[in-house]
């Protein structure tokens, strides 16, 4: 069985702090990760992806994520935060010729001045 | 530009009325999907579609129908029988059936009164 977990539903930094958003999954076949970014009453849009090439993901707007397979994490990094930042944030799990993605529940990432 | 278009963004209508939501993509993609977002629970699929003329329910289809007459268009009708249906519906596509990444549209808020 597949599964996404994010560990933390709120997450509260100041501008100018490192961003650690959380992501645990589970999958019986190789997958590829995800992230992606909502803002409030908007669509998401694809921060980074992981597709089995290099662990480490270097994703738009200075977000990154590190595939660890021994541990089955997917965490996404950002070292200094933006209010811009300010927004939902998904891990999501699909698998290869599956054509399903599977979401994590999401987190809440607030940036404080 | 290539996209993904939800219309409306907005939608507001009386209990026991079926209502149809437009998503259109002019990205070429062969798959194209329906998700349910509610606050907390992430997105939840209600149906997809890998090819024209052809769609298969997911996790949450009971209350929805869809139709793929075209590649382009996935409509999705939310009927009476839809128990909660006020939410946040988001359209997506992608290339083909192996995992590629998920192209969104913006969505539309179905507000049922």
């Known amino acids: 069985a597949q599964s996404v977990t994010q560990l933390d539903s709120h997450v509260s930094v100041s501008e100018g702090t490192p961003v650690l958003l959380r992501c645990n999954y589970s999958?019986?076949?190789?997958?590829?990760l995800f992230w992606y970014v909502q803002h409030p009453n908007k669509g998401l849009q694809l921060l980074l992806k992981?597709?089995?090439?290099?662990?480490l993901v270097k994703g738009i707007n200075g977000f990154e994520a590190e595939f660890k397979k021994s541990e089955t994490s997917f965490h996404l990094t950002k070292p200094s935060a933006h209010m811009s930042d300010a927004a939902e944030y998904f891990c999501?799990?699909?698998?290869?010729?599956?054509?399903?993605?599977?979401f994590g529940s999401g987190t809440k990432l607030n940036v404080k001045p | 530009d290539g996209g993904i278009t939800q219309s409306p963004k907005y939608l507001f209508r009386k209990e026991g009325q079926n209502v149809t939501l437009s998503c259109e993509q002019n990205?070429?993609?062969?798959?194209m999907y329906w998700y349910r977002q509610d606050p907390g629970q992430g997105l939840r699929l209600i149906y997809y579609?890998?090819?024209?003329?052809?769609?298969q329910k997911g996790d949450i289809a009971e209350g929805y129908s869809v139709s793929r007459e075209k590649k382009e268009s996935f409509p999705l009708t939310v009927t009476s029988a839809q128990k909660n249906p006020t939410a946040f519906y988001l359209c997506?596509?992608?290339?083909?059936?192996?995992?590629?990444?998920?192209?969104f549209g913006q969505g539309t808020r179905l507000t049922v009164v």
């Open positions: 997506a596509s992608t290339r083909d059936r192996e995992n590629t990444e998920a192209f």
């Open positions: 579609s890998q090819i024209v003329n052809d769609f």
């Open positions: 990205l070429n993609h062969d798959a």
């Open positions: 999958s019986s076949y190789s997958p590829s």
């Open positions: 999501v799990v699909s698998l290869y010729n599956f054509n399903k993605f599977y």
């Open positions: 992981y597709t089995s090439a290099a662990t």
